[in-house]
């Protein structure tokens, strides 16, 4: 946003949901960027935004539709920029009335919707860990380190209590309450839900019992709503993905469960880590994981098949690096083949910085 203002081009984000300490702080201190909480305008709105060249309407879906079509017809008017962010999808308990703003957009003459990496807030490890969640079977190309992840047990609600207020207490992570039960939790949090859903954590617990359990092929059973928009696995996410860097999953009274959640990080250590070891390889398999997204995004200006074969190279060396009986040849000839799409590409200079990246590390360690 700041990038985009600019010292001529002063901006205004008008935020629908809660106004946190965070929106105050930016309030207070960045230039030509001004946030207001969607209250503020009242029944006026519009005219409180003359001199802005850009807004924005940041959970847009949290306001009425009709002030959002009075801002949308004064930012016509005076040729202003207009960004609308929201999540059509989200629905959490007390919130059937929300707006959808979407379908309303999209009636909107020169309207352009994007959609936002669902890796936008947590991290690729964290993403990764929970699909295996809902699927225990769910195929996981290359190597993920889970160490950042917890998974830990309690055999009734006292221990889980206790466990809690250990990693609030001594920590530091934020306990997130499960949204969609209309039940109380272990630890209460009045109106916090909502709260929590727009903001991310460092470190973030989530609690799971008895509703929850795997069927037959793996894939994770959790409770029904009443209300049948709240589907557990997304409003799961929404919790999921408030963590920035670490994740604790505690396990109430469900030690079935335990042991199948557990066995995500075990399978994986397994497969790698312990191959690794054996053929005396010692390098960060975060790090080749990070090397690997960024050479997959410098794709950008090569044509559908380089930007296939460089993809598939990268998982590849990734994915062979981490075995216990790694073949050389494979690794040496895929290096090659990567080599030689850089040069016949040397046009994409984001190519060249992240895949000599890439190979060095490789060559490094091992070739």
Same mark, same amino acid.
């Given at each position: 946003v700041?990038?985009t203002?600019?010292?001529?081009?002063?901006?205004?984000?008008?935020?629908?949901?809660i106004f946190?300490?965070?929106?105050?702080?930016?309030?207070?201190?960045?230039?030509?960027?001004?946030?207001?909480?969607?209250?503020?305008l009242?029944?006026?709105?519009p005219?409180?935004?003359?001199?802005?060249h850009?807004?924005?309407?940041?959970?847009?879906d949290?306001?009425?539709?009709t002030a959002?079509?009075?801002?949308?017809?004064y930012?016509?008017?005076q040729?202003m920029?207009?960004?609308c962010?929201?999540?059509?999808?989200?629905?959490?308990?007390g919130?059937?009335?929300?707006?959808d703003?979407?379908?309303?957009l999209?009636?909107t003459?020169?309207?352009r919707?994007y959609?936002?990496s669902?890796?936008?807030?947590t991290s690729?490890?964290?993403?990764?860990f929970?699909?295996s969640?809902?699927?225990?079977?769910?195929?996981?190309?290359?190597y993920?380190?889970?160490s950042?992840?917890?998974?830990?047990y309690?055999?009734?609600?006292?221990?889980?209590?206790?466990?809690?207020?250990l990693?609030?207490?001594?920590?530091?992570?934020?306990?997130?309450?499960?949204?969609?039960?209309?039940e109380?939790?272990?630890?209460?949090?009045?109106?916090?839900?909502?709260?929590?859903?727009e903001q991310?954590?460092d470190?973030v617990?989530?609690l799971?019992?008895?509703?929850?359990?795997?069927?037959e092929?793996?894939?994770?059973r959790?409770p029904?709503?009443p209300?049948?928009?709240?589907?557990?696995y997304?409003l799961m996410?929404?919790?999921v993905?408030r963590?920035?860097s670490?994740?604790?999953?505690?396990?109430?009274?469900?030690?079935?469960?335990?042991?199948r959640?557990?066995?995500?990080?075990?399978?994986m250590l397994?497969r790698?880590r312990?191959?690794?070891?054996?053929?005396?390889?010692?390098l960060?398999?975060?790090?080749?994981?990070?090397?690997a997204?960024?050479?997959?995004?410098?794709?950008?200006?090569?044509?559908?098949?380089?930007?296939a074969?460089v +993809?598939? %190279?990268?998982?590849?060396? #990734?994915?062979?690096? =981490?075995?216990?009986?790694? !073949?050389?040849?494979? /690794?040496?000839n895929?290096?090659r083949?990567?080599k030689?799409?850089?040069?016949?590409?040397? +046009?994409? %200079?984001s190519?060249q910085? #992240?895949?000599?990246? =890439?190979?060095d590390?490789? !060559?490094?360690?091992y /070739?």
């Open positions: 700041r990038k203002a600019g010292e001529e081009s002063p901006c205004c984000i008008i935020h629908g949901g946190s300490d965070g929106h105050r702080y930016l309030k207070d201190h960045w230039k030509c960027v001004d946030i207001l909480p969607a209250g503020e009242g029944e006026g709105g005219e409180w935004l003359e001199g802005y850009c807004l924005f309407i940041d959970e847009a949290y306001l009425d539709i959002v079509g009075r801002i949308m017809e930012a016509r008017s040729g920029i207009l960004i962010a929201f999540d059509s999808d989200r629905r959490m308990p919130e059937e009335k929300r707006s703003i979407s379908s309303f999209s009636q003459e020169g309207y919707e959609a936002l669902e890796k936008i807030r690729a490890e964290i993403t990764s929970y699909r969640m809902l699927n225990l079977h769910e195929g996981i190309r290359g993920m380190d889970y950042d992840i917890d998974v830990i309690a055999n009734d609600e006292k221990e889980a209590h206790a466990l809690i207020r990693y609030e207490d001594q920590l530091r992570y934020k306990y997130i309450p499960d949204a969609g039960s209309g109380e939790r272990v630890v209460e949090h009045d109106g916090e839900n909502r709260q929590t859903e991310g954590f470190n617990l989530i799971m019992d008895d509703r929850f359990s795997y069927d092929e793996g894939r994770i959790g029904v709503y209300n049948p928009e709240f589907l557990f997304k996410y929404q919790d993905s963590s920035r670490r994740l604790c999953v505690l396990v109430e009274s469900n030690y079935e469960l335990f042991l959640i557990s066995s995500i990080k075990y399978r397994e790698y312990y191959g690794s070891e054996t053929a005396e390889i010692h960060s398999g975060k790090r080749l994981n990070r090397l997204k960024a050479v997959k995004d410098s794709l950008e200006g090569l044509d559908e098949d380089d930007a074969c +993809s598939d %190279s990268v998982d590849i060396i #990734a994915n062979e690096f =981490f075995r216990g009986s790694l !073949n050389r040849k494979i /690794l040496r895929s290096v083949f990567l030689r799409i850089m040069g016949e590409n040397l +046009s994409v %200079s190519l910085n #992240a895949g000599s990246d =890439f190979i590390y490789v !060559n490094e360690h /070739l």
